[in-house]
């Protein structure tokens, strides 16, 4: 009988882990986006609860997938990587989609990256994406807003 109730308890435990694993996997809402004539597919962070969590707990991103986090109105932002498991770059937008300024942010780490103005947008791609594509301050990201 003892046998029994650990195996079901580690069961239950390895259920979990699967199922809190999976609901930190689970995507949001796409906006399509466009930097020049990069197509972006970002997931959209609009709400508290979706900016809080944000890319916390992947593992991996598509080359031209990212997260697109509205803040509602333009205000002070910084964000940070704790629980995020793979590098970034995040562009920090105006109401407009202008880009303020551009910082590489590294994995599970708690360094504050800030936004050099008050702004409406944050797009996080993979580290070194708005590099390689030539995207620097002052460029434009199409699609916004995002409603």
């Known amino acids: ?3 029994i109730h650990l195996r079901a308890i580690a069961s239950l435990c390895l259920a979990f882990a699967f199922s809190a694993d999976a609901a930190a996997q689970t995507k949001l809402a796409v906006k399509q ?3 020049g004539i990069n197509v972006i597919q970002a997931e959209v962070a609009a709400t508290d609860a979706e900016r809080e969590i944000g890319l916390m707990n992947r593992t991996k991103m598509g080359a031209n997938e990212g997260m697109v986090f509205d803040f509602g109105a333009p205000a002070g932002v910084c964000m940070w ?10 562009a920090f937008m105006d109401s407009e989609g202008k880009i303020v300024n551009i910082e590489d942010m590294q994995a599970e ?3 504050s990256h800030c936004a050099k103005k008050a702004v ?3 797009l996080e791609m993979n580290l070194g994406w708005f590099k390689q594509k030539n ?3 002052g460029s434009k990201i199409e699609g916004l807003p995002l409603k």
Request: positive net charge; hydrophobic residues 45%; glycine residues 0%.
């Open 81 to 90: 990587m704790k629980n995020t498991l793979i590098p970034l770059s995040v």
């Open 1 to 3: 009988m003892h046998k």
């Open 120 to 122: 409406r947008y944050a």
């Open 109 to 111: 780490t708690l360094d």
């Open 135 to 137: 995207i620097k301050p």
């Open 33 to 35: 986006l466009t930097a």
